[in-house]
């Protein structure tokens, strides 16, 4: 997928962009404040119908505004041009148009736009909670696997009401059966989807770990997913012997909710030993792996967001980072204060490989070489 064209109207300090971006490298560059972050949180918006900086839509709207929009035009595989804008109103209001006709879900978005965000946040990939684990791999599983959004809406709504009669207390376990029964149906599936997406995951990232960019330390990590409950036990089985302990705390422990992704070196966990240049680098690998496991899949990279990237891992992991990116084909918007942060690398690249836009205060212009 290809974002071919987009326009950006009072978001943060954004007022009227209009850019024709090139179809695989596009470099912001400005000062601090200039607004080359929020150029990215406006592609997220046509991605998501939401910004990765912030779930709050006022924030984002322009000051003295009402309502900021994006619209863009996205190239799909098969050449078709989709054309996607999302308003966004200051009470909360979000519209999303897809060709003209109003669309019923954000999520519809990501199948015309699927996109991969890496910001300084992203490095907690490792060293975070398993929920930003297991969101970064839904991701791939949401893609890749069709069922994958219906059953997961189907077995949280179950969840919701099996951790509200826990809280309610006094109950006994039959009280719980009829959405555990749920629980189960839609939970053995979930697995199985993820299960199956894993060895996917798994082998591009096995694939990657060729490659010589990686030194020994971030070479030899496992991947493991545990699916979130034990292997010793059917869901059933795990769910009426967690019942207890979830009485006790009013939520439930276990299941498909639960699940992570272990990144492991013999067996210890990388964030106490690893680096913090590493672990940056190890991020990226993940990265790397799970859009490779996408474009085996669907046949295309998704597009990549890189904020701030030359902050964040040095000029040799940066150059090789870029290098990958250039020779999957996939379209990446990167943004970085000083030109000269790339265009060391990109000079002896075609021109045609890439455009560089100066951010000055929320306008956005093409430089020309
Ligand atoms: N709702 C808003 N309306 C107007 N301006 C805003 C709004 N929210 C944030 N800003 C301003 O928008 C500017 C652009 O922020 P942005 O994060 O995009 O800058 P940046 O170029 O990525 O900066 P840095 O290099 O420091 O990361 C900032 O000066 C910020 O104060």
Not at 26 to 32: A, D, E, K, T
Not at 127 to 146: C, T, Y
Not at 307 to 330: F, I, M, Q, S
Request: net charge positive; charged share 25%; with cysteine.
């Amino acid at each position: 997928m290809v974002i071919n064209r987009l326009s950006i109207r009072d978001i943060r300090n954004l007022h009227a962009v209009d850019i024709n971006p090139c179809k695989t490298i596009n470099f912001f560059s400005g000062v601090n404040g200039s607004g080359k972050t929020s150029v990215l949180e406006g592609i997220s918006l046509i991605a998501h119908g939401r910004s990765f900086r912030s779930h709050l839509t006022s924030p984002i709207i322009r000051f003295d505004c009402d309502q900021g929009v994006v619209y863009s035009e996205v190239i799909q595989c098969d050449g078709t041009i989709v054309s996607i804008g999302v308003q966004k109103e200051r009470k909360g209001l979000t519209s999303v148009k897809v060709n003209k006709q109003s669309a019923r879900q954000s999520s519809e978005l990501a199948r015309y736009l699927p996109i991969q965000v890496i910001d300084a946040d992203s490095f907690s990939l490792i060293s975070g909670a398993p929920s930003i684990r297991r969101k970064f791999f839904d991701w791939l599983v949401f893609h890749v696997e069709h069922p994958f959004l219906a059953l997961w809406q189907r077995y949280t709504a179950a969840l919701k009401q099996r951790n509200s009669l826990l809280r309610r207390g006094k109950i006994t376990y039959s009280d719980l059966e009829p959405w555990d029964a749920e629980m189960v149906s839609q939970g053995e599936q979930l697995h199985e989807v993820r299960a199956r997406t894993y060895s996917y995951f798994k082998e591009a990232y096995e694939q990657l770990s060729s490659l010589k960019v990686w030194d020994n330390e971030t070479q030899n990590i496992d991947l493991v997913y545990k699916r979130g409950w034990s292997e010793e036990e059917t869901l059933s089985e795990a769910l009426k012997s967690s019942f207890e302990r979830d009485l006790k705390s009013g939520t439930t422990h276990i299941g498909p909710h639960r699940a992570d992704l272990w990144v492991r070196s013999k067996g210890r966990k990388v964030s106490d030993w690893l680096s913090r240049g590493q672990q940056k680098t190890l991020v990226v690998k993940l990265f790397l792996s799970i859009a490779e496991a996408y474009s085996k899949v669907k046949g295309t990279f998704p597009v990549f967001l890189l904020d701030d990237l030359p902050a964040e891992l040095d000029k040799y992991h940066r150059e090789e980072l870029l290098r990958h990116l250039v020779n999957t084909g996939g379209q990446v918007f990167i943004t970085g204060i000083e030109v000269d942060d790339l265009t060391q690398y990109l000079d002896k690249e075609p021109s045609t490989l890439y455009k560089m836009f100066h951010v000055e205060h929320g306008t956005v212009t093409e430089r020309k070489s």
